[in-house]
Every structure is written in C-alpha cells, then in structure tokens.
C-alpha cells in the first residue's frame, strides 16, 4: 500500500460535528432521534475500533485456527443478526440453526471458491483476505437469508387457506407451496439483482471506493468490485435457496401436511 | 382420477361385505379426544354440534391436514399404508372457507370441460372461468370448492357446512348434486347447524360437543344450541 492519507484523532472528532449536527435537527423538530442517534455513533466506534484491534492481531499472526475461530464467530453473530429480524421466528433451535447453517454453508462454499480459485493468496487462508472477502459476502447473504426466511413464513401464514386447498385436492407439499417458495426466492434475490444494477451509477461501492482512498487504480478496484459483486450473487443465492427450502421442509411435513404449529407467535415489527 | 373413476365398479363389489367404507377408530388431535365412527360406501352421516365445539377438526384430522393419532381406514386400508396426498384424493375434504391461489377461477381447475356440467348443475355461469376469484361471492366459492373436490374422485367426501351461504334453490342443487353422487357409492360426512337439513340428507348423526364425538341414536334429534 504506497498513498494513502493517514487518519489522526483530531480530525475523526472534527468529522463528528455531523453527527452531532443531526442529533441538533432531531431536537429542533421534535424526532425524539438524538438520543438513538449519539447511542449509535457511540457503538460504531467501538464496535469498528474493536474489529481493527482483532484484526491487526489476526493479520499479525497468520493462523488458520484463529481465523477459523473469527469467521465461526461473524456466521454465528449474521445468524443471530437474520433471526432478529423475522417476524415469525421457526420454534425451537431452527431459528437460529437454520439461518446460521444456510449462511455457513453458503457463505464458506462462496469465500473458499475465490481464495482457491481467483484470488490465491499464499497462504490461502491468509485473514488479510478471507475475512474481509467472507464479510462483504456475509453481510448481503445476511440480507437475503432473512428476507428470503420472513417473506416464506409471512406468506404461508397469510396464504394458508390456498396452500391447504391444494393439499386437499392431493397436491404434495412440493406442489401446494411452490407460489409461496416463488415469492420468498423472488424477495431474497431481488436486492442483489438491483445493487448490481446500480452500481457505478448510482452507487460507488464502499469496497471500490476504499480501495481507491487507499491507493489502489481505479482500474484494479474496478475488477475487485466485479469479483465482489459475483461472489456476493453466488452466496446470496446459495443461502436464500438452502434456507428458504430448510425451512419449507421445516414448515411441511411427511405425510404433506402444512404445520404452522412450528412457528412461533408474530412480533411486532 | 380418471384411473379411479374407472375403478369405482370393483369398489362397489368390496362394499357389498360389512365393511364400513371409511372407518375412525380412536382418532385423536391435541384438541379432540378419542373419536370413533364408520361410515358405509353410499352413506351421509350428519355432524353438528355447538360452534367451536372441534367438527372442522374432526373433519381436519379425518382428512390428515392435522397431526393426529389412531387407525382411520378406508375399505379396511389404513391410511398410514399411503401418502398424505393418496389419501386426500380419496378422501375430500370441502372446508367452510375454500381457500384459492391463483388469481382466475379457471385455474383452480385442471379439466373445466369436465367441470362445466357439474358447474351448471350448481347454478354457476359458465363464464365464471374466467372471473377473478375476489368477484366470487361467498355461496359461489363454496359451491366450486365443491366441485373441485368432485373432480378429483374422492371416495369419501367431508362437507364443513357446504351450503351455509346459500340461497334455498342453491341448497337444494347441491343436496341433489350430493344424492346423485352417493347413489354412485359415496360416502359423505356432512358437517351442520341446520336440523332440518340434517334429517334430509342424512341417515344418521353424530354430535361434536368440546372436542368429543357422540353418535345418536335412530334418527337426527333436536339439539339444543
């Protein structure tokens, strides 16, 4: 890394005037945000200045184990971060265990594919590379596992009566839920065909652009942007698919009847 | 299911012996006790029962849409000897709210042609194929549920208050629509709040009252509500 402007305190503290500038806004005009606002700013600077001290001491020690350990630990939090946001959560273990294992599954089959493949790094688990690389993929499949999971379960529930109608008519489980099983791929899938389509128009991607903040030609973060974007395609696709078809098998079962009883009470929001 | 209009004949021959075309022993839900009953080949045997008292899940679990426990045949065959779907062409379940998932009536049915007849027979217009489902009025839905349910060629069909949003002449079209079939050897389960449509198409009856079944005696008294 040959140009790049170094950061120092001062000038971080003096870029938070904007901050402080939004939580003045929420008090002017009553949004009762400022709180939440100055909470948040709080949190991202720890939680990012914890990351940097984990990975300056990854990227110190070059050790398959400790790097395994850390990407166990970011599927495990995703996982967390995607049953948060159901509205309907499966019962029991499935709630966690099933967004989790899509996204390990897929998030691992993703990652290891470009470090072995295209990116080579030597060693190939070197973290400098399969960290970064598995959290951007990480973080879109987080996206797509959870919407893909809360649009399945919202559906079935709202659309119960036509998938039983043709279960009663003699349809396997397969056939009776596939407008449903459309619907929660088609919501999943969704943003990732949009941010590929705007990107470089109307979006500049944080990865592109950092690489260019940090010296890199444009030229070069352009084919890392690429990468990224196909990578982030595979593994959103790969987890929105294992889970959305985990928890439609959850959500049926042998002998093709729906069982909605494997779901727990609707939250609000 | 035309394989099994075919078979109907063969059908009749196996239900002139004692046994009971379709036959409930000990069936139980989380929510119903124990349920017995047996109903012959050609028979309707009326439920009723206060609302809320566990018909639709009698009818639900005779169906398998709901777990349940205990032997349920059909001409002596138990259910867990075929699959979920086998089962349920067999044995039809009409619920009191037909559910539909594709936008157009027509879609909901795989041979309209075959349809049409039966459709006519039930007072609905023809064009109704080509009628989005949400112009459907209540009665109507029920009475193309109906005849979805016919089409498959079920042995045994339970009815959850088939005819409760219907005017008299469309009650009476599906109580003729449903004689016709069962002189043909249907059995049917016919779920009722109305005594008097009870004695009419049914030969005897059973009572649901907190999730426990009863069968009554001679023909179908007054209950009281």
Same mark, same amino acid.
Request: glycine share 8%; with cysteine.
């Given at each position: 890394m040959s140009s790049y402007i170094a950061l120092n305190y001062w000038e971080l503290a003096g870029a938070s005037i904007f901050v402080l500038i939004d939580a003045g806004l929420s008090i002017a005009f009553g949004l009762g945000m400022h709180r939440s606002f100055l909470f948040a700013a709080v949190r991202m600077v720890v939680q990012l200045a914890l990351v940097g001290l984990v990975l300056t001491t990854l990227f110190s020690t070059v050790s398959p184990l400790r790097t395994g350990l850390a990407a166990f630990g970011m599927v495990v939090f995703a996982g967390h971060e995607a049953a948060q946001r159901q509205g309907r959560r499966l019962a029991g273990w499935w709630a966690y265990g099933l967004g989790t294992g899509s996204m390990m599954i897929a998030s691992a089959m993703v990652t290891l594919f470009a470090l072995v493949t295209v990116l080579r790094p030597n060693p190939w688990y070197d973290p400098r590379y399969a960290i970064p690389l598995l959290g951007m993929i990480l973080g879109n499949c987080m996206t797509g596992v959870g919407l893909g999971l809360d649009t399945l379960t919202t559906s079935l529930v709202n659309r119960r009566a036509g998938v039983e109608a043709q279960l009663m008519l003699g349809a396997s489980r397969q056939v009776a839920a596939a407008p449903v099983m459309r619907e929660a791929l088609r919501s999943a899938l969704m943003p990732v065909i949009n941010s590929m389509a705007a990107t470089g128009v109307v979006s500049l991607p944080g990865m592109m652009t950092g690489q260019i903040l940090g010296g890199v030609p444009p030229a070069e973060a352009v084919k890392y942007q690429i990468l990224v974007m196909f990578l982030i395609a595979g593994g959103t696709g790969l987890g929105a698919v294992t889970a959305v078809l985990g928890g439609l098998y959850r959500l049926t079962d042998a002998r093709h009847r729906l069982r909605l009883d494997r779901l727990t009470a609707a939250r609000a929001g | 299911?035309?394989? +099994?209009?075919?078979?109907?004949?063969?059908?009749?021959?196996?239900? +002139?012996?004692?046994?009971?075309? &379709?036959?409930?022993?000990? &069936?139980?839900?989380?929510?119903?006790?124990?349920?017995?009953?047996?109903?012959?080949?050609?028979?309707?045997?009326?439920?009723?029962?206060?609302?809320?008292? !566990?018909?639709? &899940? &009698?009818?639900?679990?005779?169906?398998?849409?709901?777990? !349940?426990?205990?032997?349920?045949?059909?001409?002596?065959?138990?259910?867990?000897?075929?699959?979920?779907?086998?089962?349920?062409? +067999?044995? !039809?379940?009409?619920?009191?709210?037909?559910?539909?998932?594709?936008?157009?009536? !027509?879609?909901?049915?795989?041979?309209?042609?075959?349809?049409?007849?039966?459709?006519?027979?039930?007072?609905?217009?023809?064009?109704?194929?080509a009628w989005p489902v949400t112009r459907l009025s209540t009665g109507e839905r029920l009475r193309l549920a109906l005849v979805r349910a016919l089409l498959v060629g079920p042995k045994v069909l339970l009815l959850d208050e088939p005819t409760a949003a219907l005017d008299p002449a469309s009650v009476a079209a599906v109580e003729t629509l449903i004689a016709a079939r069962r002189r043909a050897g249907l059995g049917v389960l016919w779920v009722t709040h109305d005594e008097r449509q009870a004695a009419r198409v049914a030969e005897r009856c059973l009572t649901v009252r907190g999730g426990q079944v009863r069968e009554e005696d001679g023909a179908c008294p007054a209950i009281s509500r």
């Open positions: - | 299911m035309t394989t +099994q209009a075919a078979a109907l004949p063969a059908e009749r021959a196996h239900v +002139q012996t004692d046994e009971p075309l &379709l036959s409930v022993r000990d &069936l139980r839900t989380a929510i119903l006790t124990p349920a017995s009953l047996s109903l012959s080949a050609g028979e309707c045997v009326a439920i009723r029962g206060p609302s809320g008292s !566990g018909k639709t &899940l &009698l009818l639900r679990a005779i169906a398998d849409l709901d777990p !349940g426990e205990g032997l349920v045949c059909l001409a002596g065959r138990d259910r867990t000897t075929m699959s979920g779907p086998e089962w349920r062409r +067999q044995v !039809g379940y009409v619920p009191a709210e037909p559910g539909w998932w594709a936008d157009t009536v !027509g879609e909901h049915f795989t041979d309209w042609a075959a349809a049409s007849p039966t459709v006519r027979d039930l007072r609905i217009l023809e064009d109704a194929r």
